[in-house]
């Protein structure tokens, strides 16, 4: 790892959504405090939309981290359930034991979790993560759920937490009845390329850099062109940065080191190079060599065709499968000594093929050949190869 070369104390650029790295962004404060103020406040209600890899899970952690003291919360992930499933879920994360299925058994003993907070002076707070994936009639479960209340205040506050198809799905005409619920709506846009640079310095400050500046001034506006300004997506890239320049024993990380992991975390530039590398033209892709004599022991009969070549019964040549490392490219000195050597092989093929299977039928040797054809015509097929014949 490269944690002693740069001289960290921890990996500055996880994937955990660890609330001590949350780089306190513009656009985050305003979350934070809008999210904190809404329960404080007793609203029952709010949400938090963005794209993913804004942060939003590292920004929730930090609010339970804060009300851990005043709040029995509840963090669920599993949004691709029914409702039955949903209440179930939620009692877990209270650690409310239960068996039954029944739902008004269910919705009993969760309106016995909040009274008995309630009476503590205690709040319930559900935090609900990917919920676009919850089906209508789920997010109509998560409605009726905040109606458990007294005359004084709400005894639950609920976090609705998604990707922007969540908001498409609260502004529905059938979800009006929820969305007129939610008073406060929390958006997160990407980081500004100057907050990019305050992120990074944030993230290798917490994980307990101290030395120069690890990375240069034109490699972090490249991070901040390659990631949008997306949190996850700097983590990323700085990372396999780290990594690299751990590997190059690197102190300082440059743009153009940064243009390499780049390039190797473009996924669409690796499937072009891997093209380029492997044409579908193949010059020397497979070479059939003409069938061997017919001899009395193995009668020829003809079975089919691949491309212009006749395959018959009683030859399958070591050729006819290319070596994986022939695909994809020009034909060499090796590839043309290996179509040579084949006509030698033709007998020692069919000899090997005869001890293979011993005591075939007519029948049966037709049906072995029948399925090499059509594995011959499958392969054909996926790579395209040019095939060729022997000279006569």
Not at 129 to 144: F, H, M
Not at 221 to 249: D, H, M, T, W
Request: hydrophobic content about 40%; aromatic content about 6%.
């Amino acid at each position: 790892m490269f944690l002693n070369f740069y001289n960290l104390r921890e990996q500055p650029f996880g994937t955990t959504p660890n609330p001590r790295f949350l780089y306190p962004s513009v656009v985050h404060r305003e979350a934070l405090a809008s999210l904190v103020y809404g329960i404080e406040s007793n609203l029952g209600f709010a949400a938090l939309i963005a794209e993913p890899g804004m942060g939003k899970t590292t920004l929730l952690f930090h609010v339970l981290a804060r009300l851990k003291n005043s709040a029995r919360t509840a963090f669920l992930f599993e949004t691709q359930c029914n409702s039955q499933s949903l209440l179930r879920y939620l009692l877990a994360e209270l650690r409310v034991p239960t068996t039954d299925s029944d739902p008004v058994v269910l919705h009993e003993k969760f309106k016995q979790v909040l009274y008995e907070e309630s009476r503590m002076g205690r709040r319930v707070i559900v935090i609900i993560d990917e919920a676009q994936n919850l089906d209508l009639k789920v997010l109509e479960t998560v409605r009726l759920l905040s109606d458990f209340e007294t005359p004084e205040a709400k005894l639950l506050h609920i976090i609705l937490v998604g990707q922007p198809q969540l908001a498409k799905q609260l502004g529905c005409p059938k979800m009006s009845q929820l969305l007129q619920r939610i008073p406060m709506m929390n958006f997160l846009r990407p980081l500004e390329p100057g907050e990019v640079t305050e992120y990074v310095n944030h993230r290798l400050r917490v994980a307990g850099y101290s030395g120069p500046q690890l990375f240069t001034t034109s490699a972090v506006e490249r991070i901040a062109e390659l990631s949008n300004g997306v949190p996850r997506k700097i983590n990323r890239i700085c990372f396999n940065a780290l990594s690299l320049g751990c590997a190059l024993a690197t102190k300082q990380i440059d743009r153009s080191l940064i243009d390499e992991v780049g390039a190797d975390l473009d996924l669409g530039l690796l499937l072009k190079n891997v093209k380029a590398s492997h044409p579908v033209s193949a010059g020397a892709a497979v070479s059939i060599p003409d069938a061997p004599q017919q001899t009395a022991e193995t009668p020829r009969a003809e079975i089919g065709q691949v491309g212009k070549v006749t395959v018959v019964e009683n030859v399958i040549p070591d050729s006819t499968h290319a070596a994986p490392e022939t695909i994809g490219r020009p034909a060499s000195g090796e590839d043309t000594w290996r179509v040579q050597r084949s006509g030698s092989r033709k007998t020692q093929s069919s000899a090997a093929m005869a001890s293979d299977l011993p005591g075939l039928t007519n029948q049966q040797w037709k049906e072995e050949v029948r399925e090499a054809c059509a594995y011959i015509k499958d392969f054909l097929a996926r790579y395209k190869p040019v095939v060729t014949t022997p000279q006569e």
